[in-house]
Nanobody
Framework: QVQLVESGGGLVQAGDSLRLSCAAS????????MGWFRQAPGKEREFVAA???????VYTDSVKGRFTISRDNVKNTVYLQTNSLKPEDTAVYYC????????????????????WGQGTQVTVSS
């Protein structure tokens, strides 16, 4: 069992940055691939970024070059650095942990994840 707690969201202006954090419980954090998803009002949840156990990364096209996912296996934390934020980035951001796949897997769909956090709100004003 893994519990995930996100933090770092807030209200910012377009062009600003935020660093989202997701702290995981337990001693097996390094065994999970980690992902970030987001859900805007009235829209379906969408994939944002993922990092494998090997720390390889993948991003959705709309955030490439602006967002960076990273992990610290000592602190049991995954981060999402969000730069050059746009109003369309406004959403609740969720982190998730995946216990499937191999060492290099970076699941990009919700069913590929086993555990989810409660989310943190990011609001970007124009």
């Amino acid at each position: 069992q893994v519990q995930l707690v996100e933090s770092g969201g807030g209200l910012v202006q377009a062009g600003d940055s935020l660093r989202l954090s997701c702290a995981a419980s337990g001693r097996t954090f390094s065994r999970y691939a980690m992902g970030w998803f987001r859900q805007a009002p009235g829209k379906e949840r969408e994939f944002v970024a993922a990092i494998s156990r090997a720390s390889s990364t993948v991003y959705t096209d709309s955030v490439k070059g602006r967002f960076t996912i990273s992990r610290d296996n000592v602190k049991n934390t995954v981060y999402l650095q969000t730069n050059s934020l746009k109003p369309e980035d406004t959403a609740v951001y969720y982190c998730a942990a995946s216990n499937s796949g191999n060492y290099y897997s970076t699941p990009q769909a919700g069913p590929g994840y086993d555990y989810w956090g409660q989310g943190t709100q990011v609001t970007v004003s124009s």
